[in-house]
């Protein structure tokens, strides 16, 4: 039940940030978006860091581990926000999830227990039906061709590489380190780099002049799409592997859509609708393969005794 919960806590999370991220585009430009809301999810998870540490169960570690991560986390994020000010945030999730093929590629190279993979016909076939499903809904949107598309395209295609980057890099970097802890560490760096970046390519001051609304925006989608989403997923990672809470966050784009087609009017065609489709299930049968792998290798052999068999 608390996995469960999880998973639909980061649902909905991660559905609400898109619509949140693309209201404040027109009040602040990307850069000084991302520190706002950033530094709100940092002031969230200060007091769980600082108790960690008074407590001695901060590992020093974590300030040198956490530089990599960081450095991932700064450029995906700053992509990320800039890609709402060109495309939809419905057509924009979508696009993200080919981070799932980037992850199972990089898995494949930095794991060797996961290169079994390139055997899965399931991985392979999962691959083909979301590269076709990619080039379906980029093709079919009515105004591929024009530089604003374009320029969102690219750049949200950059964010789904660079977010598969910052899975990894956490997944090498911080092993065997609370993910509370590590995620409050990232989240300090991050912030110095989000507000380096705002003040030498953005406009810090626009946020003097923005409203109650804008501000609330800031607000509630730093806690709930930065600081909340993601310890849900670990939670839910935590207690019932990363399969299952990877396949229900690939509703996200539906979910997504539906709240921008009330809040602003966003539409995929029918064409669309369907490759993007074809591209949620080539990536749920990549993730199916990768956790048919994990399932095969820890089933014990038929001559291990009870005593011997894998925990």
Not at 89 to 103: E, R
Request: hydrophobic share 50%.
């Amino acid at each position: 039940m608390t996995a469960t919960a999880a998973c639909l806590g980061t649902l909905c999370c991660w559905s609400v940030g898109p619509i949140l991220i693309a209201q404040l585009t027109d009040h602040v430009d990307s850069w000084t978006q991302n520190a706002l809301r950033y530094t709100v999810a940092c002031l969230f998870w200060l007091p769980v860091l600082l108790y960690f540490m008074y407590k001695g169960k901060f590992d020093e570690r974590t300030w040198r581990r956490a530089v990599v991560p960081m450095l991932a986390n700064v450029t995906m994020q700053s992509l990320w926000a800039a890609t709402f000010y060109y495309i939809g945030p419905a057509f924009t999730v979508l696009l993200s999830k080919t981070s799932v093929l980037w992850v199972a590629a990089f898995s494949l190279i930095f794991f060797v227990d996961e290169r079994a993979l390139a055997r899965s016909w399931r991985f392979w076939v999962g691959l083909a039906l979301s590269v076709t499903g990619v080039f379906g809904v980029l093709y079919f949107k009515d105004d591929f061709g024009t530089t604003r598309t374009t320029t969102g395209i690219i750049i949200s295609l950059l964010c789904a590489f660079m977010w598969a980057s910052y899975a990894i890099s956490v997944k090498i970097s911080l092993k065997g380190i609370d993910s509370r802890i590590g995620f409050a560490v990232i989240s300090i760096y991050t912030v110095i780099g989000l507000w380096i970046a705002a003040f030498l390519r953005g406009k810090p001051s626009e946020c003097l002049a923005m409203g109650p609304g804008a501000w609330a925006a800031v607000v509630f989608s730093a806690v709930t799409a930065i600081a909340l989403g993601h310890v849900f997923f670990y939670a839910a990672i935590k207690r019932i592997g990363a399969t299952i809470p990877t396949l229900i966050i690939l509703a996200q784009p539906l979910a997504v859509f539906s709240l921008s087609s009330i809040v602003r009017q966003e539409r995929l065609n029918s064409l669309q609708m369907l490759f993007g489709l074809l591209l949620l299930g080539g990536a749920a049968l990549s993730v199916w393969a990768q956790g048919h792998l994990r399932t095969r290798r820890q089933r014990p052999r038929s001559g291990d005794s009870p005593s011997r068999r894998p925990v």
